[in-house]
C-alpha cells in the first residue's frame, strides 16, 4: 500500500501450546463501530502459533518462531512486527495489547494517537504505570506477584544494574497496550536493542524492565497514552477494556 492507504493496525499475540489453556479472544466486532466497521482504515492482527485459533474480525497470522518459549515468541510481534514486510505495507502504526483486550474508544482517539506516535522522537505512545517506581522495583513486583522465578529476575537486575547508564527509578511504562510507528528508524534501532537481550533469554520473560532501561538508553520519551491501570479501568479515560478472557492461569507462571 502506499503511505497514504497505510493503515492503523491493532494488533495482539497468543502463543501456547493448545487454544485452551491460551487468552481467549474476542470478536473484533467487539470494538466501536468507527472502528471495527472500517477495514479500509483499520485492521486486526492476531498472531499466534496456532493455525486453528480463528476469530471474527482478526486476520490470524501463524509465525513458527526458533525461540526458547512461548512467552518470548509472544514478544516477537508485539515488539518486532516491524521486522515483517506486510506490517510495513500495511500499517502506518500499530497498536499492541494483549489478549483479550479491545480499543473502547472511538476512531478518532486513536487516529489522534497514530498520529503522536509518527511525531514521537521514538515512534511511541505509552501508559505511564502509576505502581512501579523503575525497573528495580519492578523486578520485586514480578516476584511477589508469581510472574517469573527467583533466579530470572535476579539475572536480570544484575545485568541492568552492570549498565553504566542505568536508573534504578527511570519511569515505567505500562506495555499491557501500546502504540508504535513501525517505520520509525528510531524505534527499530532501540527495539533491535531490546530484542537482542529479551530474546537471549539470559534474564526475566516480562518485558516491562528492560523496556524502560532501553527507552532511558536512547533517550526516547514516549509521547503520553494516558496511566496505567485508569486507561483499562476508569471509564471516563478508558482505552482498552477486557472482551475475552484470561487464559494462561492468570498469567501466573510459578508455583
Not at 485452551?20 to 483499520?42: L, R, T, V, Y
Not at 519511569?171 to 530484542?195: I, R, V
Request: charged share 20%; hydrophobic share 40%.
Amino acid at each position: 500500500a502506499s503511505a497514504a492507504d497505510r493503515k492503523i493496525c491493532f494488533i495482539t499475540a497468543v502463543f501456547g501450546d493448545s487454544v485452551d489453556e491460551m487468552d481467549q479472544i474476542p470478536s473484533a466486532f467487539e470494538a466501536p463501530a468507527s472502528i471495527s466497521q472500517h477495514p479500509e482504515k483499520f485492521s486486526f492482527l492476531l498472531f499466534t502459533n496456532r493455525e486453528e485459533l480463528r476469530r471474527p474480525g482478526w486476520r490470524t497470522i501463524v509465525l513458527n518462531l526458533d525461540l526458547p518459549h512461548n512467552i518470548i515468541k509472544s514478544r516477537f510481534p508485539k515488539f518486532m512486527s516491524w521486522k515483517l514486510q506486510f506490517v510495513l505495507d500495511e500499517c502506518k502504526t500499530v497498536f499492541y495489547a494483549d489478549g483479550g483486550w479491545l480499543p473502547c474508544r472511538e476512531a478518532k482517539t486513536f487516529e489522534r494517537f497514530s498520529q503522536k506516535a509518527i511525531d514521537n522522537f521514538g515512534g511511541l505512545v505509552q501508559l505511564i504505570h502509576t505502581r512501579s517506581n523503575g525497573p528495580v522495583d519492578e523486578l520485586s513486583r514480578i516476584a511477589k506477584f508469581k510472574k517469573d522465578t527467583y533466579i530470572n529476575i535476579r539475572k536480570e537486575r544484575s545485568w541492568l544494574i552492570e549498565q553504566p547508564d542505568f536508573v534504578a527509578n527511570s519511569t515505567m511504562y505500562c506495555n499491557m497496550a501500546f502504540g508504535y510507528d513501525p517505520h520509525n528508524a528510531k524505534y527499530q534501532e532501540l527495539s533491535t536493542f531490546f530484542w537482542n537481550r529479551y530474546s537471549s533469554n539470559e534474564g526475566t520473560w516480562r518485558d516491562q524492565p528492560l523496556w524502560s532501561y532501553v527507552l532511558l538508553h536512547y533517550n526516547v520519551t514516549p509521547a503520553h497514552f494516558g496511566y496505567w491501570p485508569q486507561a483499562v479501568r476508569v471509564p471516563q479515560v478508558q482505552l482498552f477494556r477486557m472482551a475475552g478472557s484470561v487464559g494462561f492461569n492468570g498469567h501466573i507462571y510459578i508455583k
